[in-house]
């Protein structure tokens, strides 16, 4: 008898049907501050299989708030030409076809467009209903796919993405797009190998890449089984830090323990120096890609003058999904945000205080497992007060609820706690947008 792959069974299994419900009941009282848009992003692959979690086609779930209301619950597919005719990235010649790929892991909006995004392919635009309107290009402009993980600088408002790939000859591309949804900057960035690029780091004056020893496998995508990357001991670890300022200029790399990084919290300069917060791995996929090493919050310190960079864990607690209000992006936030999700069965969500080490966190108890929570903010003034969205999983009622959480009492009851009609797989990134 075959042992169900990991990602195909309990909370992880996909769901079958595309639901819209409308007025949903709600324990507790929605913020009437709140109007928009709670959407996250994941695997739901619409054959219910395939061959590893983030491998599924994506599957947006979206909860609209408005007047303290819960108004309604929508999951679409995001019909991208693989789910709709099987597309392949690569034909039998090699050819790159930049439409082909599931769209699974973020969702974001910029410069009115809401995109559906996977680091494999072109993002797919949606529109507010969640309804697919085709892939995006940047007006014919963009060469690669384009990173999960983009990243809006609250100062100009540009767009700072990359994209990788596997086959060359160019591995890495780093992109910039203004405010407008323009692309007016792309430029190669030399790496040896075709290293799994998932997150980068942005601060008000530096882009840093992260070049670490998860290696593209032919012999492993030949297989077919699972994620095509493995852990390559062989292969250096490091930073390398561009200036926003000279985006065309000299990359400065930086050598560093080997580790992977999933995703950065954030960044900020300091003069001399650069200071990332980053959930690291002392390692991962070294010999088969459906298990995870534990993640821990580490800081990095990159001194530009000594060209060394000082790494240091903050906490020891398993946990992934940083997020930071975005507002703050690349400046010296005070507060992150994690989710542990799956640790002896319970979940929880961290609020770190970067500033003075100190911690709280939001326990949800036994079975009860929150995805990524986005931050909301109650106010005008970047970094004040705000709320953390996520859904969870319920196991009393085997479905999932939308649980909104005061950032300034996080060990308090939730705010409120929307009731969904069905159980959300679970998944990975997504936003809260809001209408203004």
Sequence with gaps: MTTPLPHLIGNYAPVTEELTAYDLPVTGRIPAELSGWYLRNGPNPHAAASPHWFLGDGMVHGVRLENGRAVSYRNRWVH????TDNAQGYDSRGNRDLTAGVANTHIVRHAG???ALVESSYPYELTC????????????????????HPKTCPTTGELHFFG????????????????????VLSRPVDVPAATMHHDFILTTEHVVFMDLPVVFDQETAKTGVGMAFRWRDDYQARLGVLRRDDPLGAIQWFPIDPCYVFHSLNAHDEPGRIVAHVMRYPQLWRTESHTFDQANLWRWTI?????????EQLDDRAAEFPRIDDRLAGLNTRFGHVTVSGESGAGALIRYDLHTGS?????????????????????????GNG?????????DTGRS?????????????PVATVHLPARIPHGFHGNWLPDR
């Design 164 to 183: 990788y790939e596997v086959l060359g000859p160019t591995y890495l591309t780093y992109h910039r797009a203004d405010a407008a949804g323009n692309l």
């Design 401 to 413: 609820d939308l649980t909104i959480l005061d950032t300034t009492d996080l060990a308090a009851p």
């Design 359 to 383: 911690h709280t966190a939001h326990e949800f108890g036994a079975g009860h497992l929150p995805g990524e929570a986005a931050f909301a903010p109650a106010d005008g003034q970047p970094g």
């Design 129 to 148: 209903e969640l309804d697919t309107v085709g892939p995006y290009d940047f007006h014919g402009e963009l060469r690669t796919a384009m990173t999960a």
């Design 113 to 115: 467009r809401t995109l």
């Design 80 to 83: 991208t030409t693989t789910f």
């Design 387 to 395: 709320y953390l969205m996520t859904y969870v999983y319920n196991p």
């Design 303 to 311: 001194d530009l003058t000594t060209g060394t960079v000082t790494e």
